[in-house]
């Protein structure tokens, strides 16, 4: 199987999540931010994740992947259910804009394997600073404004369960608050990172903090 991935995107993030901790064999491929032809070529649209089987067949949306790679992967390895995710996707929804401005133009500088090049990268910007409605350089310029109005979301945030298993709200959870990681001068509780770091391990999965800007 072929897990087709970019390295910064959430959505991938819970694929990869379930696929090293199900212990599923597969090979991880980085496309480049702007290969639109290898999507369309797989599941006939611009995504990613997608997951492709040995038989040439794909599947893309996230949750279904990550749903097959549960059902193929080793069986000891328990997923738990839901629990206290929907309170952490409404503290997160508030916040968006912000997120979105503070990870965005750091996204393409942090040397991800998705922006190889620089068509990659462009591709990435154009589009991204039409959605948050300004250029890269001035979402740079106005990161401490934005790290004001998402440390408070932070501080906010419940203990987060530290267990061996892994559980739905790890998956939606984890790969936001690790793309935060890449941005200097947010303010974790230790507890927090304790947390990171543990589903991190869990999942073979890296944070970005040594990369931070």
Do not use: W
Not at 165 to 179: C, E, K, Q, S, V
């Amino acid at each position: 199987m072929k897990l087709y991935q970019y390295h910064h995107c959430p959505y991938c993030v819970r694929t990869d999540m379930v696929a090293n901790y199900k212990n599923v064999t597969h090979e991880k491929i980085y496309l480049l931010n702007d290969d639109e032809q290898s999507c369309f070529d797989l599941v006939n649209a611009k995504v990613c994740p997608i997951l492709q089987f040995d038989d040439g067949t794909a599947i893309k949306e996230s949750l279904d992947i990550v749903a097959k790679l549960d059902e193929l992967g080793d069986s000891d390895k328990v997923i738990t259910n839901k629990n206290k995710g929907d309170v952490y996707e409404q503290l997160f929804a508030e916040i968006k804009p912000s997120t979105r401005i503070l990870t965005y133009p750091r996204t393409i500088m942090i040397g991800l394997p998705e922006f190889a090049t620089q068509s990659a990268k462009d591709y990435f910007q154009g589009k991204k600073e039409t959605m948050i409605g300004m250029t890269f350089d001035k979402a740079m310029a106005a990161s401490p404004e934005h790290i004001n109005i998402v440390d408070p979301i932070l501080a906010l945030l419940p203990e987060l369960p530290i267990q061996d298993t892994l559980g739905i709200d790890d998956i939606l959870l984890f790969p936001i608050l690790r793309n935060l990681s890449m941005v200097k001068g947010l303010t974790f509780k230790q507890q927090t990172l304790d947390y990171m770091q543990h589903i991190a391990k869990l999942t073979n999965s890296e944070l970005y903090f040594s990369r931070a800007l």
